[in-house]
C-alpha cells in the first residue's frame, strides 16, 4: 500500500469518525430534550471533619431559592445558576454541578475552611477563613480550633456573613479595626503553620485597646502578648524562656508572662 493510498485512508476514517460524533452529539442532545431530572447526588467534601455544610443545607439552600430541580427537564437547568445560588452560603468555598446519563443532577461541594472561632463577649459567633470570610456557627458542634475572645473591634455589624468587603491596601492600613482583623489573621495562620504553637495557644484574648493575651494549653500563665506587631520576635522571645527558664522553675510557677517589653519577659506570681 503506497503512501497516497495511507493518507486518503486516513483521511476518510478521520472524516467518518467526526460524522459519527456529530451524529451522537445531536442524539444524545434530542435525547436529554426529553429527560427529566430524576434526583440531586449531593456530595460534600470533609463532611466528617468539618462538619459545617451537609446534604440537608444544600438542599436548603435550593429550596429557600426555589430551585425546583428533581422532575424538571435536564436541558432546562440553568446549571450555573445553580451553582451561584450554592456558592452564596459562606461556608461554601467551590461548587460544581452538572447532570449525568443516570438524569440524576451531582452536586460536588468543598466547605471553606475556617482557622479560627471568634465568640465575643457580647455575644458574637463565628468562625473567620483565611481568605477573610465570615462563616456564622449554625451548628451546636464545634471544629476544633484556637478562640477568640474578648472585645475586638471588628470592620462590620453583628449581622455580617460573608467575605468581607476589604478596602484597598492603602485604606485597610489606614482603618484600625481592618488592620487589627488582617493582622489577626496572619498571626493564627503563623501560629498554624507551627507544631508546637498550634498545639499550645488554645485562646486568643483580645482586650478593649486591641492588645491581646494568649491562654496555653499547658501551664497557668496568661501571655501578654500586648499588640500583633512583631507577634514573631516575641513568640521566639517565649519560646526561648519556656527551654531556658522553666524548663527548671515548672511550668505553673507564673501567672502571668508578660512579652511587651523589647528584650525582656517580665513574669509575675
Same mark, same amino acid.
Not at 465568640?119 to 471544629?143: C, H, K, M, W
Not at 500583633?228 to 522553666?246: I, N, Q, R, V
Given at each position: 500500500?503506497?503512501? +497516497?493510498?495511507?493518507?486518503?485512508?486516513?483521511?476518510?476514517?478521520?472524516?467518518?469518525?467526526?460524522?459519527?460524533?456529530?451524529?451522537?452529539?445531536?442524539?444524545? =442532545?434530542?435525547?436529554?430534550?426529553?429527560?427529566?431530572?430524576?434526583?440531586?447526588?449531593?456530595?460534600?467534601?470533609?463532611?466528617?471533619?468539618?462538619?459545617?455544610?451537609?446534604?440537608?443545607?444544600? +438542599?436548603?439552600?435550593?429550596?429557600?431559592?426555589?430551585?425546583?430541580?428533581?422532575?424538571?427537564?435536564?436541558?432546562?437547568?440553568?446549571?450555573?445558576?445553580?451553582?451561584?445560588?450554592?456558592?452564596? =452560603?459562606?461556608?461554601?468555598?467551590?461548587?460544581?454541578?452538572?447532570? =449525568?446519563?443516570? /438524569?440524576?443532577?451531582?452536586?460536588?461541594?468543598?466547605?471553606?475552611?475556617?482557622?479560627?472561632?471568634?465568640?465575643?463577649?457580647? !455575644?458574637?459567633?463565628?468562625?473567620?477563613?483565611?481568605? !477573610?470570610?465570615?462563616?456564622?456557627?449554625?451548628?451546636?458542634?464545634?471544629?476544633?480550633?484556637?478562640?477568640?475572645? !474578648?472585645?475586638?473591634?471588628?470592620?462590620?455589624?453583628?449581622?455580617?456573613?460573608?467575605?468581607?468587603? *476589604?478596602?484597598?491596601?492603602?485604606?485597610?492600613?489606614?482603618?484600625?479595626?481592618?488592620?487589627?482583623? *488582617?493582622?489577626?489573621?496572619?498571626?493564627?495562620?503563623?501560629?498554624?503553620?507551627?507544631?508546637? *504553637?498550634?498545639?499550645?495557644?488554645?485562646?486568643?484574648?483580645?482586650?478593649?485597646?486591641?492588645?491581646?493575651?494568649?491562654?496555653?494549653?499547658? !501551664? +497557668?500563665?496568661?501571655?501578654?502578648?500586648?499588640?500583633?506587631?512583631?507577634?514573631?520576635?516575641?513568640?521566639?522571645?517565649?519560646?526561648?524562656?519556656?527551654?531556658?527558664?522553666?524548663?527548671?522553675?515548672?511550668?505553673?510557677?507564673?501567672?502571668?508572662?508578660?512579652?511587651?517589653?523589647? /528584650?525582656?519577659?517580665?513574669?509575675?506570681?
Amino acid at each position: 500500500m503506497n503512501q +497516497r493510498l495511507k493518507i486518503a485512508l486516513n483521511v476518510t476514517l478521520w472524516v467518518a469518525l467526526a460524522a459519527y460524533l456529530i451524529v451522537a452529539a445531536g442524539y444524545c =442532545s434530542r435525547q436529554n430534550a426529553d429527560r427529566l431530572c430524576t434526583g440531586l447526588n449531593i456530595t460534600v467534601q470533609d463532611s466528617n471533619r468539618l462538619g459545617l455544610v451537609t446534604r440537608e443545607s444544600v +438542599r436548603g439552600i435550593l429550596v429557600n431559592q426555589r430551585m425546583r430541580l428533581t422532575g424538571a427537564r435536564l436541558d432546562s437547568i440553568n446549571l450555573l445558576a445553580v451553582e451561584q445560588a450554592i456558592l452564596a =452560603s459562606p461556608a461554601i468555598a467551590r461548587a460544581r454541578v452538572y447532570a =449525568s446519563m443516570d /438524569g440524576k443532577l451531582n452536586i460536588e461541594v468543598e466547605q471553606r475552611e475556617p482557622i479560627v472561632r471568634v465568640q465575643t463577649e457580647n !455575644g458574637y459567633r463565628f468562625y473567620l477563613s483565611a481568605d !477573610g470570610t465570615v462563616i456564622p456557627l449554625q451548628t451546636a458542634r464545634f471544629i476544633d480550633l484556637p478562640i477568640v475572645t !474578648g472585645a475586638p473591634q471588628l470592620p462590620f455589624g453583628t449581622e455580617f456573613a460573608g467575605r468581607i468587603p *476589604w478596602a484597598t491596601e492603602a485604606e485597610k492600613k489606614s482603618d484600625e479595626k481592618s488592620l487589627f482583623l *488582617w493582622n489577626l489573621i496572619n498571626f493564627v495562620e503563623y501560629l498554624q503553620q507551627d507544631d508546637f *504553637w498550634s498545639d499550645q495557644v488554645v485562646q486568643i484574648n483580645v482586650l478593649a485597646d486591641n492588645e491581646v493575651e494568649l491562654i496555653p494549653r499547658l !501551664g +497557668r500563665s496568661v501571655i501578654r502578648l500586648g499588640g500583633l506587631d512583631e507577634y514573631d520576635a516575641k513568640l521566639d522571645k517565649l519560646l526561648k524562656f519556656y527551654t531556658k527558664g522553666l524548663r527548671y522553675e515548672g511550668w505553673d510557677k507564673y501567672a502571668t508572662i508578660d512579652l511587651r517589653y523589647r /528584650g525582656q519577659v517580665v513574669c509575675s506570681i
